[in-house]
């Protein structure tokens, strides 16, 4: 089972940048698809980019071509380079190793690691 660690979070305000930096522990990192999910006030923690273990990455729509997802699998880091951020980027940022379902829809699975707070500034 893989645990992580998150780190990056910050004040920031609207149009500016953050970068995201994950570090997992545990085997099975390589071989695993991870995600960085947010969860913001009074809302349920949703996925926000994946990344597949040789590289390849999905977003939801809302943060596609702002938000850059990307791993070392040498060093079980998996980083979210966020720019252009808006104050409905506000919130607690984790990763998880992810499970696909049956319909091909991400799923989390394992542990969750504290987070990262990220507050935008309107």
């Known amino acids: 089972q893989v645990q992580f660690e998150e780190s990056g979070g910050g004040l920031v305000q609207a149009g500016g940048s953050l970068r995201l930096s994950c570090v997992a522990s545990?085997?099975?990192?390589?071989?695993?698809?991870i995600g960085w999910f947010r969860q913001a006030p009074a809302k349920q923690r949703e996925l926000v980019a994946a990344?597949?273990?040789?590289?390849?990455?999905n977003y939801i729509r809302s943060v596609k071509n702002r938000f850059i997802i990307s791993r070392d699998n040498a060093t079980n880091t998996v980083d979210l380079q966020m720019n252009n951020l808006g104050p409905e980027d506000t919130g607690v940022y984790y990763c998880?190793?992810?499970?696909?379902?049956?319909?091909?829809?991400?799923?989390?699975?394992?542990?969750w690691g504290q987070g990262t707070q990220v507050t935008v500034s309107s």
């Open positions: 998880c190793q992810l499970g696909v379902g049956y319909n091909g829809a991400y799923y989390p699975t394992g542990s």
């Open positions: 545990g085997s099975g990192f390589s071989m695993s698809d």
């Open positions: 990344i597949r273990p040789g590289g390849q990455t």
